[in-house]
């Protein structure tokens, strides 16, 4: 047999493969659905043992707006079963990156100085538009 019609046959069968295995996913909304059908998102999203949560927002780039998002990211967390401890991966977007700096213990105390990676981006406009900051999370569950 060729390499040529063994590579084909490889493709074809990963291909037929991969659309009979469908993935599965939890999915996790505030409005206690699984989703947000007018924006079309899922506050979180569970595959296997990872969670992947949606962006949560505050208005005030303040001691207690910070403590909002992340008392708020805190409750989807805990839906899993999971704590600031599972988090592995933080994005963070900010309309004032110097205000978040300048408050960023606030954030750290979450974390219990076990921090994972994490990239901190500043942007013009968040979707909502009083918004300033948006905190998106990659965590992990045991297996």
């Given at each position: 047999m060729s390499k040529l019609v063994i590579f084909t046959s490889f493709l074809l069968f990963c291909n037929t493969y991969s659309q009979e295995a469908k993935l599965q996913k939890e999915k996790w909304h505030w409005n206690n659905k699984t989703q947000d059908s007018n924006a079309g998102y899922a506050q979180a999203v569970q595959v296997d043992n990872v969670i992947y949560i949606s962006g949560v927002v505050t208005n005030n780039i303040t001691p207690e707006g910070i403590t909002s998002v992340?008392?708020?990211?805190?409750?989807?967390?805990?839906?899993?079963g999971a704590t600031f401890d599972n988090v592995?991966?933080?994005?963070?977007?900010t309309t004032?990156?110097?205000?978040?700096?300048?408050?960023?213990?606030?954030?750290?105390?979450?974390y219990n100085n076990d921090f994972p990676a994490a990239t901190w981006v500043q942007v013009q406009r968040l979707y909502m538009p009083d918004s300033k900051l948006e905190v998106e999370l990659v965590a992990h569950l045991q297996k």
């Open positions: 992340y008392n708020n990211l805190k409750a989807v967390l805990a839906n899993y592995v991966k933080e994005n963070l977007y004032d990156i110097e205000a978040m700096k300048k408050y960023n213990d606030v954030r750290k105390k979450f």
